[in-house]
């Protein structure tokens, strides 16, 4: 079994097709195995923000980098900013809001090199599309904190085609992703032009909560139960697990799609791994599909 890689656009960043995300790696994890897992089965790229738990995880993160400096040249760092949390850690924030200003990116990007033991991120996201941000504002930020060596590569998440589009319109340097959530629980994306408009602009996107999480694995969605007891009988039939079959769904998508996973489990991290080796078959692919959708295409 060997770990896939690609870059997310031409002269982009490099990443392993499989990326951990950490926003379930809060303190009391055992962050040093679920890394080296990751690691050893061949996901070298990380996916952080600076809110994941209440403000916590980069700093437990950071505590493995700390302890074990020489890992950072093994992997690639993603951190998310631009959400601000109620919380009692930030007394100051009164309600949940966003923040794309330029003073919020840069104090931002400071606090997670700051959390995460390392001097740049291999890639920074805004987190949510912000109805005040200003794309020229934005650009400075971005401008200067590549100049500075502490970001190396830039991109969004949860980004309309207009939205993307607005801000790609402004920057010096191109977007090189845009983190949204797919599956096989939310396919609206791959039918509905937003993942076409990043394929034609030779964009990959990366595909948050790919498992579809909690509200469709535990089968109380009727979408849920009809993916799941279709992928069930293959399990039985077929072997693998839903994960890998899940997985390999997205990774047969021609867009290059990068999977983030949200597991705290070492076996789940192995599971994902698993699926970049299957070649899912066209007519395989149609009936996740046509599962998710509760009806054959037209």
């Given at each position: 079994?060997?770990?896939?890689?690609?870059?997310?656009?031409?002269?982009g960043?490099?990443?392993?097709?499989?990326?951990a995300?950490?926003w379930?790696?809060?303190?009391?994890?055992?962050?040093?195995?679920?890394?080296?897992?990751?690691?050893?089965?061949?996901?070298?790229?990380?996916?952080?923000?600076?809110?994941?738990?209440?403000?916590?995880?980069?700093?437990?993160?950071?505590?493995?980098?700390?302890?074990?400096?020489?890992?950072?040249?093994?992997?690639?760092?993603?951190?998310k900013?631009g959400?601000?949390?109620?919380?009692?850690?930030?007394?100051?924030?009164?309600?949940?809001?966003?923040?794309?200003?330029?003073?919020?990116?840069?104090?931002?990007?400071?606090?997670?090199?700051?959390?995460?033991?390392?001097?740049?991120?291999?890639?920074?996201?805004?987190?949510?599309?912000?109805?005040?941000?200003?794309?020229?504002?934005i650009?400075?930020?971005?401008?200067?904190?590549r100049?500075?060596?502490?970001?190396?590569?830039?991109?969004v998440?949860?980004?309309?085609?207009?939205?993307?589009?607005?801000?790609?319109?402004?920057?010096?340097?191109?977007?090189?992703?845009?983190?949204?959530?797919?599956?096989?629980?939310?396919?609206?994306?791959?039918?509905?032009?937003?993942?076409?408009?990043?394929?034609?602009?030779?964009?990959?996107?990366?595909?948050?909560?790919?498992?579809?999480?909690?509200?469709?694995?535990?089968?109380?969605?009727?979408?849920?139960?009809?993916?799941?007891?279709?992928?069930?009988?293959?399990?039985?039939?077929?072997?693998?697990?839903?994960?890998?079959?899940?997985?390999?769904?997205?990774?047969?998508?021609?867009?290059?799609?990068?999977p983030?996973?949200?597991?705290?489990?070492?076996?789940?991290?192995?599971?994902?791994?698993?699926?970049?080796?299957?070649?899912?078959?066209?007519?395989?692919?149609?009936?996740?599909?046509?599962?998710?959708?509760?009806?054959?295409?037209?």
């Amino acid at each position: 079994m060997a770990m896939l890689y690609s870059t997310t656009c031409p002269d982009g960043p490099s990443f392993s097709r499989i990326i951990a995300g950490a926003w379930r790696w809060h303190p009391g994890t055992n962050v040093d195995a679920l890394t080296q897992t990751a690691l050893d089965l061949g996901i070298t790229t990380f996916d952080h923000a600076d809110i994941y738990g209440d403000y916590q995880n980069e700093i437990h993160f950071g505590t493995l980098l700390r302890k074990k400096s020489s890992l950072r040249q093994q992997m690639q760092l993603i951190s998310k900013c631009g959400i601000k949390l109620i919380s009692s850690r930030k007394p100051e924030h009164q309600i949940k809001h966003y923040d794309t200003s330029k003073a919020h990116i840069l104090a931002s990007v400071e606090q997670s090199l700051d959390n995460l033991c390392t001097d740049y991120l291999d890639l920074l996201l805004l987190h949510r599309p912000d109805p005040l941000m200003d794309p020229d504002e934005i650009a400075e930020a971005f401008l200067q904190l590549r100049d500075q060596g502490k970001v190396r590569y830039f991109g969004v998440s949860n980004f309309t085609p207009a939205q993307f589009e607005l801000l790609a319109g402004t920057l010096p340097m191109p977007l090189v992703t845009n983190q949204i959530e797919i599956s096989a629980f939310q396919p609206a994306p791959l039918l509905n032009g937003s993942v076409e408009y990043l394929h034609a602009r030779r964009v990959s996107p990366m595909a948050w909560s790919p498992l579809g999480g909690g509200k469709f694995l535990n089968g109380e969605n009727e979408v849920g139960r009809r993916v799941l007891d279709g992928l069930n009988k293959w399990t039985i039939e077929r072997g693998a697990t839903t994960t890998h079959y899940l997985l390999a769904w997205l990774l047969r998508h021609p867009a290059n799609l990068f999977p983030v996973i949200g597991t705290s489990r070492t076996e789940r991290i192995a599971e994902a791994a698993s699926a970049v080796n299957h070649e899912m078959s066209r007519q395989d692919w149609f009936q996740i599909l046509q599962w998710s959708l509760g009806k054959e295409v037209a």
